[in-house]
């Protein structure tokens, strides 16, 4: 009990240890509640589509904005920037928070084109679970795989949708094969269609014993398909004839060849549930954003590094911890171009975050003083009152936060494991307005913070340079440039063709190498030294001659000293 003494309250030993268990368990309720997962697949596999739809169904968005090539009236929620609603495709991440049957879903939308394959791997850090949509004329296509062993590595559990089904497609059996063969993992039939293209009437579920009845057009939802029970077999038989029989057939054979399905072996990354439809029809959806909160996990432990007598020491953060922590996986300039700010997009680990509490960014040791922290609905913003583990809020800053960074309420703790990869493209960047210099240098150290692309200054000095995994990266830097920044520049090739992070046994041995390549050297938006190579063979022959030198393709952010590699 409270007891109350002259104005302070004092709170007994058992009483204390009580109020602390009612706070946990209060923060236990609330993380059992959050969702956290990202969309992924292949460019044009309808992806940013079922975004949409599902952010509709919940309710989050009264009408889904098509997404169009130029001219389009209508854009995507998820596509906010210019060049996106350009060109009809996603180049950034988008956040977007909605609430369903009693629990908070935070949706992440990562770009499907394999230039920005940085951007999303970085966000398939921040999540619990991964949508794969997956074309079913297509199949798993070459970025879906990608995306696959950035899942498989963290063991992120994954819920397939296999979409158009409504074209004409592939056998649904064939596609399951692929599946499984492309994951390494089973697949276990959670939804199965009658038909396809001109002949699609609709989806079994599995789970209902219910055939839903498919009707073309967008404007539709779940409530307006009609549902037959599968005991009804003589109406859905006269009303689909063979197809049904074939539909039938074809799902006892799935079922048949797949395991029972195992909600802890799903949970482990060791199984994937799998629902078709056709997400610009609204068609087969509200079954995945249904299992989007029945299957997928809620916030799970996260590791971090403490630093102990000097030494780095791995420890577990649980979500319901009472100190607040959370990740930066993502920055980004200028989502509000009339107010040039910065949000750095934050995913929560531990805790509770309320309005006003004192934060410290761990790699500088520096309070964080963000003139407003906000959730997302895109470009949309809503003023955060609290936020839990699993929740994505953004932090509107000036500057002193990067990509990686952990921020804490005060404890000693840095997050590991977000990557940045070597850029195998480079360019010159030439600024055709020398007066213009200032909005350059402000642009390149912007964008090099958001990750947009990778900016590196040559030490011998000369022009800045660009580095990244894709040509399109280039075409988006210098657009935001000139539009954001108004520094119009052209990007010439150069000779290099690829970069090493660069970490040494000593001191003594680091300052012989940079005075023997002092033309090779740069550092980059981290302040991060990098060895600029012209071939393959030069990284072999410095490593020969240099072998307390190591050469790193992967680095975490600059609050974790580089691994020497063995």
């Known amino acids: ?178 599946v499984e063969r492309e994951l390494g993992m089973p697949c276990v039939p959670m939804t199965w269609p009658v038909g396809q293209g001109k002949n699609f009437g609709g989806i079994i579920n599995l789970r209902t014993q219910t055939m839903t009845v498919f009707e073309s057009g967008s404007e539709r939802r779940p409530q307006d398909f009609e549902a037959i029970p599968l005991s009804d077999a003589d109406n859905l038989r006269a009303r689909f004839g063979s197809e049904f029989d074939a539909a039938i057939e074809s799902m006892e054979l799935a079922v048949g060849a797949s395991p029972t399905w195992d909600h802890e072996a799903f949970l482990a990354g060791k199984q994937t549930p799998v629902f078709f439809g056709s997400g610009v029809n609204n068609f087969g959806v509200m079954e995945v954003l249904d299992a989007l909160v029945d299957l997928a996990p809620s916030p799970r432990p996260r590791l971090s590094s403490l630093q102990v007598n000097k030494q780095p020491v791995e420890k577990t953060v649980q979500p319901e911890d009472q100190n607040f922590s959370g990740v930066v996986f993502k920055v980004q300039a200028n989502m509000d171009a009339n107010h040039r700010d910065r949000i750095a997009f934050v995913r929560v680990a531990s805790g509770k975050y309320t309005p006003g509490m004192k934060l410290k960014v761990q790699r500088t040791a520096k309070e964080l003083r963000p003139t407003s922290v906000v959730t997302f609905m895109s470009q949309r913003r809503e003023a955060v009152e ?140 981290a302040d991060t030294l990098a060895y600029l190579c012209t071939s393959p063979y030069d990284v072999r022959l410095a490593q020969e001659r240099f072998p307390k030198i190591h050469f790193h393709p992967l680095r975490e952010h600059a609050g974790l000293a580089l691994q020497a590699a063995g």
Request: charged share 25%.
């Open 1 to 178: 009990m409270l007891q109350c003494a002259g104005q302070a309250l004092v709170l007994r030993p058992t009483c204390l240890r009580r109020a602390l268990t009612k706070t946990t368990v209060s923060y236990v309720s609330e993380t059992r509640r959050r969702r956290t997962f990202a969309i992924i697949s292949h460019p044009d596999a309808g992806k940013t589509t079922l975004t949409e739809k599902l952010l509709l169904f919940s309710g989050a968005i009264q009408i889904a904005g098509a997404v169009k090539g130029r001219k389009a009236s209508r854009h995507a929620t998820s596509d906010w920037m210019e060049i996106e609603k350009q060109r009809g495709i996603s180049v950034a991440s988008s956040v977007m928070q909605m609430a369903y049957r009693d629990h908070v879903v935070n949706l992440l939308d990562t770009p499907g084109h394999k230039d920005f394959s940085e951007d999303t791997y970085r966000v398939l850090t921040a999540v619990d679970s991964a949508l794969m949509v997956i074309d079913a004329a297509n199949g798993v296509e070459a970025q879906t795989r990608r995306l696959i062993e950035v899942c498989r590595q963290r063991d992120t559990p994954i819920i397939t949708f296999v979409n158009k089904m409504d074209r004409e497609v592939r056998e649904p059996l064939d596609i399951l094969d692929e």
């Open 386 to 525: 609290e936020a839990y583990a699993g929740d994505i809020i953004g932090f509107t800053t000036h500057g002193g936060v990067q990509l990686g960074d952990t921020i804490t309420d005060g404890a000693s703790l840095q997050f590991t494991g977000l990557p940045f990869f070597a850029p195998e493209l480079f360019m010159t960047v030439i600024l055709k307005n020398p007066l213009r210099t200032k909005q350059l240098q402000q642009g390149l150290a912007q964008l090099g913070e958001e990750g947009a692309i990778q900016v590196f200054k040559p030490d011998a000095g000369g022009a800045m340079l660009l580095g990244a995994v894709g040509q399109l990266q280039f075409e988006v830097v210098q657009h935001r440039l000139k539009t954001e920044y108004d520094a119009d520049v052209r990007l010439e090739g150069c000779q290099y063709t690829g970069a090493r992070w660069i970490t040494a046994d000593s001191p003594a041995d680091l300052r012989a190498f940079t005075d023997a390549y002092p033309l090779r050297l740069a550092h980059d938006a």
